[in-house]
């Protein structure tokens, strides 16, 4: 992945990249010490896969998030729930294209080192009702800013944490207009908003266990705390 | 009591006070999560540590600098939501429980700031709604009020976002700082769905065409929407990270819809640019 151009920094970015390079690589074999650390073999596997680690893990991190969002509203798109209107249609299509580049975009930005393509389980979501609809899309869009956010200092280089900052707020503008499709208002519930008006924000280890919840293939982040079984 | 202050002269002798007396990511981690009392006590002390310069960064702004920034803008926000509030007869009745959260947000975001900065806070400036004649009605007209504050809004999320490589690294103040970045993208989102109820032709999201960067039919605000003095790009950009996203496939095909390409993305802005944009306001 290159480098903002006013953000390039010389000869630091070659030794940042073949640093990150290193990094993602080394990703498999720092999962696997800490499987020999518990005796459990939860190592990337068919049923499970692990972020990495580094910057490259955070991108894989957001990646996999990006991944569960853009099946979500590709298939709302396809099977449209009972009474759509056309403004909701309009709204969550162009809410479908977003995460797609999401999607896209971090997968060609991480480049080899990206993830797998991940297998999602939307079982628990009835795509033929709009509370049901819209009640996960109002989790994936809230999930969504709070793991961003509550991952952004973990960055390194200050053109990943840019470019996840140019996301985060995008999905905070989706998440605003879905709470307030289901609630006129709640744009900024105290829910989501705490008493002294910042967004609430979550640990990658925090974050992984909901998603998990409408994936069939887990995802860990063993070097950030988390395993998924 | 000054703990800021007090913290400051000790550490002109003891550099590591602060590791000393409250390792840092115990004490102080997660402030957001706390409740506001707890999360107001505890600050002076999270904002000290920033003096360590502990986290390795390369930033040249210093953290108080990009707060009292933040706080410029904020105040700016409180008292027009304030003044919003109070001019009888402006805001629509449907809207009014909308522009109450944006208000209360916004002056907690005052509040907060103040509380992080401590003594080091800048004092609330003078502020001129009209922006020096600009928007002579914007306390009188509705239409204007909502303009402004989409604006404003956009424009908060721009300047929190090129703030962000300034705190890179610091879990405690990143992390508030991106959050209060959040809740003014839900505001902007907010804002944008009630002009659009009021027949205005906006979405929650930025978007744009080649030629064009400002999708609020504000043309005063071109500047706000358009390309920073160090180089970051309009909002209209669809260059990411050197990848040009008009050419990764969408739902369509093999390419992506250039307006797709600037919703998806919002765009940073720096200090000295947002500066400029917002001098009218100030004085």
Redesign the interface.
Known sequence: ???????SAGGNKIARRSFLRYAGVGAASVGLLSTAACHKDHGIGPSGTDIGVGDIGILNYAYALEQLEAAFY?QV?LSPYSGMSSTELS?LT?I???E???R??LK??IGSTAMINLTTDFSSINFSSRASVLGAAKTFEDLG?MA???A??L??D??Y???A??????E??????IR?LINP?S??GSDV?????????LTIAQVLPMANTYLKIKVSASNFGYVAY | MNLFNILKEIEKVDPEVHERMSPRRDAIK?I??F??KV??AALPLAFATIFKKAYGTTATTSVSTVLNFALQLEYLESYFYNQGMASTGLIAATDA??FA??Q??????V??LKSVLGSAAIPMPAIDLTAKGTFPNVLTDYTTFMAVANVFEDTG?RAY?GQ??NL????TI???A?????????????IR?IRASHGVNI???ITGSASISNDTGIAAANANYGAGA???PAESNVM????D?TK????YGST??YN??C??????LDMASVLTIVGPFFG
């Open positions: 992945m290159k480098t903002e151009p006013q953000e590709t798109i709204y162009s479908r294209d977003h797609i580049l999401h896209n975009f060609a930005a800013v961003y956010n509550g952004a200092y960055f390194k200050p053109n944490l840019i470019l900052s140019k996301i985060v707020s995008v905070a503008r989706h998440a605003a207009l307030d208002g744009f900024a908003v705490a008493s002294n008006g910042l967004n609430n924000s | 997660n957001t999560s409740g506001s999360a107001v429980s909308v959260t944006i209360a947000d916004e002056n907690e975001h509040t907060f999320v976002k962000a490589p890179i690294g610091n879990q990143l992390t508030a991106l959050s209060i970045h959040a809740v003014e993208a839900r505001h902007a989102s907010a769905q979405t929650p999201w160090s180089g970051y990411q990270g050197g990848i996203v990764l496939a969408s739902a992506t819809p797709v390409a919703e998806a993305f919002d765009e940073p």
